[in-house]
């Protein structure tokens, strides 16, 4: 139910400070708002949390108190995937059919005048940068 843990501290003969001792009050402040406590069991343990010299000191106040699962560390989600640009892919195939047309039929392939002026347009906007995305 609560975060706080002795053994993670270090060994019982380690000396404890006041951050410590204050984890441990509120510790204990949760077990007795749960009612695993009384109020003077409460009033004990929290006087003798602030009491305390070592770590043993700490542990012994939570022997017959539930202990918590350890807390795990988040697992680091990876970022999602910017989507593909659609527009580059089917502007390099409308060029790559325009040339193919041109070279195998002769016919200048007029479509293709607007497929400039938009790449024109687009690079005009974007600063000629073409580390700019603008999503």
Known sequence: ???FSPAVFGPPALRVG?????????????HFTAGRL??????????RAYAA?????L?????????TAPIRPPTPQTPPRPPRAF?????ISVLILAVVLAATTHIFPFFIFP???????????RGFNPAYRRY
């Open 53 to 57: 010299k070592t770590t043993a000191d």
């Open 115 to 125: 497929l400039f002026f938009f790449l024109f347009v687009r690079s005009r906007r």
């Open 18 to 30: 006041t951050a410590e001792r204050e984890q441990a009050a509120e510790a204990l402040g949760k």
């Open 87 to 91: 527009v580059p892919v089917a502007l």
């Open 1 to 3: 139910m609560t975060d």
């Open 38 to 47: 009384d109020v003077d069991e409460y009033d004990d343990r929290v006087a």
């Open 59 to 67: 542990s012994v106040l939570f022997t017959d108190l539930p202990q």
